[in-house]
């Protein structure tokens, strides 16, 4: 996928509508790669599980961000704030302060190892967010990025799809996509 294309399931709001669903398996089945977050099973319950993909998309690369790994808290939908209410540096184990979402931008560890990428917001507006916890081949992903607008890019994704001007026209009225 194109970092254009990194997000679309964004643009489909309603999987719980057969149309949104079947737009999103499409999708997923055309792709390389599928980031989600979901609580524990509810992809799964949805028919959109690695299991059921990969058997027509055996090159998709499935990964599930969770709160929690493998053990009794497995099925826990999890917030950052639980995870560090669990860890306590006088313990010796892993912590971080709890704050607000806010506070992010000033933090000291996102300041020092590259965790706030330069961004432009839709409205021309220049900020920082932070990056996704990961390193690839040693590094930090680098580069200012220009946040597409929400949907933006849904009509011509849906397009590579198949879905013609008409249905896209329902879909979006509709509130599908």
Known sequence: MSESSAR????????KDARGLTLARRLALRSGVLIENFRPGVLGGLGLSYESLSEE??????????GFLAGPYAHRTALDEVAQLARLEAAGLPFAPIGRP????????LRANG??????????RNTHLPILPLELSG????????????????????AALGVGADELATLEAEHVI
Do not use: Q
Not at 57 to 66: D, F, G, H, Q, V
Not at 102 to 109: C, R, S, T
């Open 8 to 15: 679309p399931l964004a643009g489909i709001r309603n999987l």
């Open 57 to 66: 998309n055996p090159r998709l690369i499935y990964c599930s961000l969770k």
């Open 102 to 109: 806010e506070d992010l931008f000033d933090d000291p560890h």
């Open 115 to 124: 965790g706030l990428a330069a961004t432009t917001l839709p409205d021309g």
């Open 139 to 158: 590094g930090r992903p680098t580069g200012a990025r220009t946040l597409p607008a929400a949907g933006e890019h849904t009509g011509a994704i849906l």
